[in-house]
Structures are given as C-alpha cells and as structure tokens.
C-alpha cells in the first residue's frame, strides 16, 4: 500500500530558483492538500483541492501554485524561491473534506533555500 | 476565520502521572481530529471525533469532543516513554486547520 506519495524526501534550492514538489495517492482520494511545517506553528494549509480540476487557496498560499489535472497527482510549484520558504512540506489526502476518516499523511519534503 | 489553539505547547511529565491537553478552536465545528507525530517523522492519526460527547480511546489515550464549548481534550493515562511525540489537533470548516501542537515529554 503505497498512500500517499511525495518525493524529493529533501532538496536544497538557491534563491529564485523555481521547482516543483510532487504529491501522488493511490486511493482515490478527492481531497488533497499541502502544508508547510515550521517549528512552533504547528501545520499552515498551503493550498487544496476537493477533486480534479479544482485549487483553492490554504492559509499561506503566496509563493506558491498548484493544479489537480488528474484525482492521483496533487504538484506544489515554488515560483521563486525565497528563504522564508525553508520548512518541511507536507501532503495530505482523504477521501472528501469533511471525511469520517482522517487524512493520510506523506512522508514530507524538506526543502532549505540558500 | 478559524483558528485553533493548543495548550500547553510544551509538557514534560513523569511515567505514572496523568495529564490533558486542551484544543480550543474558534468556529462552531462537527469534527475534531487527534495526530500524533514524531521528531522527523510524517503525522498519525490517533482519533476522529465526529459529534458532540463522542469519546474515544485507545490504551492511555482517550479523546473527547464538547462541540458547544468548542473544546476538545486528550487524557494520558499513566503516561509511558513512548508516549513522547508531538500532538496536534485539528479542526475542519471551509477548510482543515491545526493547533500548534503540544510537545510531550514523558521523563522515567
């Protein structure tokens, strides 16, 4: 059982540089979001997406652009990427917003920007 | 806009003893969702609490939800090492928002 699957595990990126973060569940899942973690703030929703063909905007959603072209893939693009970026990101997936069930959690990226 | 409030963030307690964690959130929701992290580690979730009273527990935990006062608690029971980690709550309205999180420390 695969669940949710992000990758790269870590990545180290100079300032300005763009990259994208990739988010992949194989349980059909409808929902599916990312989050930031930064110590002491607990997770900050980015951005999210209740089904393919629709983004809708998290807490802290500057910087950064997702699309949902299909129900498995959910990718993070960092446009430019500054140092306030540096955290540990997360993907998060479950079977509609308001689930009986809880989200599945990836394993987290953690990105540092120089 | 929802927000979601932990206390205490940060708790050190010795095996045996019991303690709670508060999550307190700020809009009326039906939903509260317990996790549980460790130090460089993804989220696992403990409980999902889905109505008014609902009680949950699993061995020294034991989740409750008062939706009317808007607080949920977490109850360790005679707290062990293991059960240090990280522990998050979480609520969903438009959208899901988490607490900040209570660090536990469980000291022999």
């Known amino acids: 059982n695969a669940g949710v699957t992000q990758t790269p595990k870590f990545q180290v990126l100079k300032t300005g540089q763009s990259m994208t973060l990739q988010c992949a569940q194989d349980?059909?899942?409808?929902?599916m979001s990312w989050y930031r973690q930064d110590p002491g703030m607990g997770l900050r929703l980015i951005h999210y997406?209740?089904?393919?063909?629709?983004?809708d905007q998290g807490e802290v959603p500057n910087g950064y652009n997702v699309s949902r072209s299909t129900t498995e893939d959910f990718p993070l693009r960092l446009l430019s990427a500054a140092p306030s970026q540096t955290s540990v990101y997360f993907c998060?997936?479950?079977?509609?917003?308001?689930?009986?069930?809880?989200?599945?959690f990836g394993d987290g990226t953690r990105l540092s920007i120089l | 806009e929802l927000k979601v409030e932990q206390n205490p963030l940060f708790l050190s307690m010795q095996e045996g003893k019991n303690y709670t964690i508060y999550c307190n959130y700020s809009?009326?929701?039906?939903?509260l969702y317990w996790y549980r992290q460790d130090p460089g580690k993804s989220l696992e979730s403990l409980f999902v609490?889905?109505?008014?009273?609902a009680v949950k527990q699993e061995g020294r935990l034991m989740a409750s939800l008062d939706t009317k006062a808007r607080l949920s608690t977490l109850h360790i029971t005679a707290a062990v090492h293991d059960l240090s980690a990280t522990y998050f709550c979480?609520?969903?309205?438009?959208?899901?928002?988490f607490g900040a999180g209570t660090r536990l420390t469980v000291k022999p």
């Open positions: 998060a997936s479950s079977s509609v917003m308001r689930s009986n069930q809880p989200q599945h």
């Open positions: 349980m059909n899942h409808e929902y």
């Open positions: 997406s209740v089904g393919a063909g629709i983004t």
């Open positions: 809009t009326t929701s039906d939903r």
């Open positions: 609490l889905l109505s008014n009273g």
């Open positions: 979480a609520v969903v309205i438009n959208d899901m928002r």
